[in-house]
């Protein structure tokens, strides 16, 4: 299964914008790479997904790169609400494998 | 609501008691994932359904965990002779199709004392 590497934490200046990491060196070609959020005591929400072209949506953009093996997560205006663990995956024959995510704390 | 509903939503339980946690996804969802999360990690697999077939449980800790998806829609979750190593919140998730974004309740929290 390929696994994904992110930093344990990251700060962010509330109105600037996030950006988050994750590296994912052995994904496979059709493998998508998926990003959640987890606020404490809620299940994970989905955020965005991507196969190789960069997305956007209403929440977030996805910048894959162009071998596959990173990619950045962006919420372009970070708000207080934003705060809470950010899950990178990539999903394999529907088996997800989850790391410990990113605590992004958004200040003030 | 139309989302994944979990219950209870907490469960205390003894040492060596059996316990259910049930999950009901979203009507019509074909794929149904359990995972496990303890405390300050992220959820950790543990099976998945296609409908009634349990495609993979290769994240089952022990044989004391069973899962369960009778008619393809309500899925039960059941640890035999619980440890306290069992204590963590545990996630039911389900998709249209299974690589399609997953849709998560908000957890049982079980508490093994």
């Known amino acids: 299964d390929a696994k994904t590497t992110q930093p344990t934490s990251m700060d962010c200046a509330e109105g600037r914008a996030a950006n988050l990491p994750c590296n994912h060196s052995?994904?496979?070609?059709?493998?998508?790479v998926y990003w959640y959020r987890q606020i404490h005591s809620q299940g994970p929400q989905y955020i965005i997904h991507?196969?190789?072209n960069n997305e956007t949506n209403e929440m977030a953009s996805l910048i894959i790169t162009e071998d596959r093996k990173s990619s950045t997560l962006i919420l372009p205006h970070a708000t207080l609400r934003d705060t809470a663990v950010y899950y990178c995956?990539?999903?394999?024959?529907?088996?997800?494998?989850f790391g410990d995510g990113t605590t992004l704390t958004v200040k003030p | 609501g139309a989302g994944v509903s979990q219950s209870p939503r907490y469960k205390v339980a003894k040492r060596g008691q059996d316990v259910a946690l049930r999950c009901d996804p979203i009507?019509?969802?074909?794929?149904l994932f359990w995972y496990q999360q303890a405390l300050g990690q992220g959820p950790e697999f543990l099976t998945y359904?296609?409908?009634?077939?349990?495609?993979?449980k290769s994240g089952l800790p022990s044989d004391r965990f069973f899962a369960e998806r009778p008619e393809g829609s309500v899925s039960t979750l059941k640890i035999q002779r619980t440890q306290q190593e069992d204590s963590a919140v545990y996630l039911c998730?389900?998709?249209?199709?299974?690589?399609?974004?997953?849709?998560f309740g908000d957890g049982t929290r079980l508490s093994i004392l």
């Open positions: 052995t994904i496979s070609g059709n493998e998508y």
């Open positions: 009507s019509g969802h074909v794929s």
């Open positions: 991507g196969l190789k």
């Open positions: 995956i990539v999903i394999s024959a529907g088996k997800s494998t």
């Open positions: 998730a389900s998709t249209e199709v299974s690589n399609q974004p997953q849709h």
């Open positions: 359904f296609q409908n009634e077939a349990q495609l993979d």
